[in-house]
C-alpha cells in the first residue's frame, strides 16, 4: 500500500501563496494513476482541487484554476501544490491522493490518501 | 457538474441504511463512496459503482442506474457512523457529492 504525507506551513497570509508537498513511498508514473489534490473546508464536503494526471498532464477544478498549479518531482517522489491569492475562504485540511484510473472505463477513484494537512488563512 | 446527496441519514443497529448519490445522467458514470471518520481521511468503500476493495466488509453494497448511484449499509454496526462522500468523473473533472453524515442511533 502506497504511502502518502503532506508538508507545508499551517498558516498562510492572505493575498500570499499556499504551498503545499506531497511525498510518496512509492512513486509510480504508470499510466495507472494519477496524483491528485483535494481539500475539506472545517465542517464541509470534499472539494477536488487538480491532479497531475495519469497521462502526464495537468487539469483543474475549473473554479480554482485560474490560481492552481501541480506540478512532480519524480527525482524526490513529491508532488506539489502552489494555490495563489489565498483568502480565507482557502482555510481547508489539504488532503494529496493517489488516482487509480483506467482510461477506458472512465474509472478513476482515490485507493490512498495523506493524513491531511490543516491549512489556515489568516494575517 | 453536481453531485447531491441527503445531509444525514439515521439508522439503527442491525438494519440498513441506505445513501443516496443524484447526478444528470449519473448512471452513464463510474461512482465511488468514501467513508470519513471524525480527524480521519477518507477511505474508498466502493469503487465502480459495486466493487470492494479489499478489507471492506460485505455489508457495504453499491448500485448506480438513471441519475442515481446508491450506496447501501446492510446490518449496519456502530463504528459505520461515520461521513459518506460519493465521487465521480465527468470530462476530465473529479466531482464529489455533498456528503451525508450517517448516525447510528
Known amino acids: 500500500q502506497v504511502q502518502l504525507q503532506e508538508s507545508g506551513p499551517g498558516l498562510v497570509k492572505p493575498s500570499e501563496t499556499l504551498s503545499l508537498t506531497c511525498s510518496v513511498s512509492d512513486y509510480s508514473n504508470s499510466s495507472s494513476f494519477s496524483w491528485d489534490w483535494i481539500r475539506q473546508p472545517p465542517g464541509k464536503g470534499l472539494e477536488w482541487i487538480g491532479t497531475f494526471s495519469h497521462n502526464g498532464g495537468t487539469f483543474y477544478n475549473p473554479s480554482l484554476k485560474s490560481r492552481v498549479t501541480i506540478f512532480v518531482d519524480t527525482s524526490k517522489s513529491q508532488f506539489s501544490l502552489k494555490l495563489r491569492s489565498v483568502t480565507a475562504a482557502d482555510t481547508a485540511v489539504y488532503f494529496c491522493?493517489?488516482?487509480?484510473?483506467?482510461?477506458?472505463?472512465?474509472?478513476?477513484?482515490?485507493?490512498?490518501w495523506g493524513q491531511g494537512a490543516l491549512v489556515t488563512v489568516s494575517s | 457538474y453536481e453531485l447531491t446527496q441527503p445531509p444525514s441519514v439515521s439508522v439503527s443497529p442491525g438494519q440498513t441504511a441506505i445513501i443516496t448519490c443524484s447526478g444528470d445522467k449519473l448512471g452513464n458514470k463510474y461512482v465511488s463512496w468514501y467513508q470519513q471518520k471524525p480527524g480521519q481521511s477518507p477511505v474508498v468503500v466502493i469503487f465502480?459503482?459495486?466493487k470492494r476493495p479489499s478489507g471492506i466488509p460485505k455489508r457495504f453494497s453499491g448500485s448506480n442506474s438513471g441519475n442515481t448511484a446508491t450506496l447501501t449499509i446492510s446490518g449496519t454496526q456502530a463504528m459505520d457512523e461515520a461521513d459518506y462522500h460519493c465521487q465521480a468523473w465527468d470530462r476530465s473533472t473529479v466531482v464529489f457529492g455533498t456528503g451525508t453524515k450517517v448516525t447510528v442511533l
Open positions: 491522493a493517489r488516482g487509480s484510473v483506467v482510461v477506458t472505463a472512465a474509472s478513476y477513484y482515490f485507493d490512498s
Open positions: 465502480q459503482d459495486a
